[in-house]
């Protein structure tokens, strides 16, 4: 995958001029909430990589760093949940297969940088470590979306031994805000109405209520960007299908109750916001990808049905992001590839196993 973006030509675009805005004003030793808007927490990653390398595109290399620590991240949450090998490797292809997160990341986007986040609260959680609430926190001033995850570990930390865990997390939060509210009387100097309406001034943003207008038009857009390719969306629908199936039908999975609860506080948030994007789902989608893990273990041919379709969803994200910063779509699926390449080695290394 390093190779992969190595052969990108990333190109600041939109928001990308903000995040890396704030990081090189961070950078030079002046935090400014006002002039730079949205969520600033890869910003504050991207500090010393700008120190580092002086590029104007630290933001895109503090993501793509990201990004390649969320592959090993990825094998071991499936590893550690299914307490299998092949599990691990079946969900680092699934992390392959969205090319939304690696496409926009090259215009200075944040997706990547949440899923990273995703990933290690989730590891987190699934294993137990008292850090679990501090990796939410921080993925929370990334994107605000990871802190629906908090169900996942909550009811770990509502002990004597282990609240002050809870409460450096929430400390983290309320650092943050009271800093963004301090420079701008806003709790979060937030872009969501005024810039994609004309000129936007960052230093008057909207009050935060007005990105919330629920109706019943915000939830079935949810379904849409879930579940139709043109949507430009995150992950092959029959993985998001199959992995609704395994929390309905399996009583007995694990975390199953708290999945759900995330799962729903995602589509509710979403849901209510002005306009959303598949990229909001994020969180929703990666657990998703990881239940359906349950099913691609019991039928070994449905991974190449979800295949074939991601085909349809590496398409149109071409089309859209991928051809401004890859020369030509045979490269831009190379991850594809490589999810194949995966899915092989992990068919003849079970079989293996099961033949010694």
């Not at 400014?32 to 990589?49: E, Q, R, T």
């Not at 990004?67 to 590893?79: C, D, E």
């Not at 806003?186 to 960052?202: D, E, M, P, R, W």
């Not at 939830?219 to 199959?242: D, E």
Request: net charge positive; with cysteine; aromatic share 18%.
């Amino acid at each position: 995958m390093l190779v992969y973006f190595l052969l990108a030509t990333p190109v600041m675009m939109d928001d990308g001029f903000h995040y890396e805005g704030f990081a090189e004003s961070l950078a030079k030793g002046k935090l400014d909430f006002k002039s730079y808007y949205g969520f600033h927490g890869l910003s504050f990653l991207a500090v010393p990589i700008f120190w580092i390398t002086k590029s104007e595109y630290s933001i895109v290399i503090t993501s793509t760093i990201l990004y390649l620590l969320s592959l090993p991240l990825a094998y071991a949450i499936g590893k550690n949940f299914y307490q299998n090998k092949t599990a691990g490797l079946y969900f680092t292809a699934l992390v392959l297969l969205m090319p939304y997160v690696y496409s926009t990341m090259m215009r200075g986007f944040q997706e990547a940088a949440l899923l990273f986040f995703v990933l290690l609260t989730l590891y987190g959680a699934v294993s137990k470590k008292k850090w679990a609430p501090v990796a939410w926190a921080y993925g929370g001033i990334v994107k605000p979306f990871n802190l629906v995850l908090l169900p996942l570990f909550v009811r770990d930390f509502l002990k004597i031994k282990k609240i002050i865990w809870l409460f450096l997390a929430l400390t983290i939060g309320a650092v943050y805000l009271g800093a963004s509210y301090y420079q701008t009387d806003h709790l979060v100097n937030n872009a969501a109405i005024g810039s994609y309406q004309g000129n936007f001034n960052t230093g008057n943003p909207p009050v935060l209520i007005e990105s919330f207008t629920p109706g019943l038009k915000g939830f079935l857009r949810v379904g849409a960007n879930l579940l139709l390719h043109f949507r430009k969306i995150l992950i092959s629908p029959l993985t998001i299908v199959l992995g609704a199936l395994v929390l309905l039908r399996n009583k007995k999975f694990l975390l199953r109750k708290e999945i759900i609860l995330a799962i729903l506080l995602n589509i509710i948030l979403v849901g209510s916001l002005t306009f959303s994007f598949p990229k909001y789902l994020l969180p929703a989608v990666v657990l998703l990808a990881l239940c359906s893990v349950h099913y691609l273990l019991k039928y070994k041919w449905l991974f190449a049905l979800v295949l074939i379709d991601s085909f349809f969803v590496f398409l149109p994200i071409w089309n859209y992001f991928g051809q401004a910063f890859w020369p030509n779509i045979y490269i831009y699926l190379l991850p594809m590839y490589l999810a194949i390449a995966v899915y092989i080695y992990a068919r003849r290394d079970n079989h293996t196993h099961s033949n010694s």
